[in-house]
């Protein structure tokens, strides 16, 4: 969300900020969470979710998307790289599901 004496932030960020001078921020979309069911649990009975988010740092031009499961980053794409992941795991899920597309 953006204050209206924040500064510039995209308006996707969903982070207030509290303060940061605009020039420092670091700026985040609502993080999106996917159960993983086939992973293994952790400590036997907590279930492993793939966290997708939006992150762009001071001074970078664009957003990435980062990919985590835990504090592990698994990826980090760029918009571009992104919709090709998006339109190929689509693919591949229609593919599984003898779908056309
Ligand atoms: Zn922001």
Redesign the pocket.
Known sequence: MTAPDAGP??GW?A?S?DGEPAAE?A?CARVRLIDLSTMPLIAGKHVQRLALDLVQEPGEDEPRVQLRIGDYLLAQLTIAECERAGIALVGLAALARDVEL
């Open positions: 932030c995209p960020c982070d900020h921020r700026h």
